[in-house]
């Protein structure tokens, strides 16, 4: 079946570093990845998505690659700020009814 | 942001009783769905829904039902609460032409 295996830290880093968050996906059919945001207290919100092979996602300065060869949607952002602390999930698409399959989770926190 | 509101936003109730939790959409999206999110476990699907009284069940949908007689508001019920139910409970709606879904705010549910 579809499953979505991402690092599940924490992960912490100190503000301007360099963040990767991994993700892997089930290769069966032609998904469309997502990765989504939480911020404390709040639901998720869509990050940024990508539709096919070699697509590449941005939105406030993070940014992910649908790499078919790997299975892999990796979220990276080069220069994290305090404000990205949340849980950010992947996800793929694929399933009947328009279900998406998520991954546990990834908990970010930025110290200043 | 989508148009999605869930009440309550907090609720304490006790094992045993009965709890009905509700989900409210203007965007007038196909597709909805109920998902709970539990430490160590990301999100899982509860039950979904892709039309009036067309809904099917996920994968920990045992002891929740749920119910859709307008597009607009799809409702989930615990019959008889337990303490495993402790959770917080997201909603999402879809439409076919997206590839994506959006969520709700989330209720918290404790069950004592």
């Known amino acids: 079946g579809n499953s979505v295996t991402q690092m599940e830290g924490p992960v912490t880093l100190s503000e301007e570093a360099f963040l990767t968050i991994n993700c892997t996906y089930t290769?069966?059919?032609?998904?469309?990845l997502f990765w989504y945001v939480q911020y404390p207290g709040e639901g998720l919100q869509l990050l940024l998505k990508a539709t096919k092979a070699d697509d590449k996602g941005s939105n406030k300065g993070f940014e992910a690659t649908y790499r078919k060869e790997t299975t892999s949607f990796h979220l990276e952002k080069g220069s994290v700020q305090v404000s990205d602390s949340a849980v950010y999930f992947c996800?793929?698409?694929?399933?009947?009814?328009?279900?998406?399959?998520f991954g546990k989770g990834t908990l970010l926190t930025v110290n200043p | 942001d989508a148009g999605i509101t869930q009440s309550p936003r907090h609720k304490v109730t006790e094992t045993g009783t009965p709890v009905t939790l509700r989900c409210h959409q203007t965007?007038?999206?196909?597709?909805m769905y109920w998902y709970r999110q539990d430490p160590g476990h990301g999100l899982r699907l509860i039950h979904y829904s892709y039309g009036v009284k067309d809904t099917d069940k996920g994968e920990v949908s045992d002891g929740y039902s749920v119910s859709r007689s307008k597009t607009e508001d799809f409702l989930l019920t615990l019959e008889s609460a337990t303490s495993s139910q402790t959770s917080v409970y997201f909603c999402?709606?879809?439409?076919?032409?997206?590839?994506?879904?959006?969520f709700g705010p989330g209720t918290r549910l404790t069950v004592l």
């Open positions: 290769a069966t059919g032609y998904p469309s």
């Open positions: 965007e007038n999206h196909r597709y």
């Open positions: 996800g793929r698409s694929g399933g009947s009814n328009y279900k998406l399959t």
């Open positions: 999402a709606i879809s439409d076919m032409d997206l590839n994506e879904q959006f």
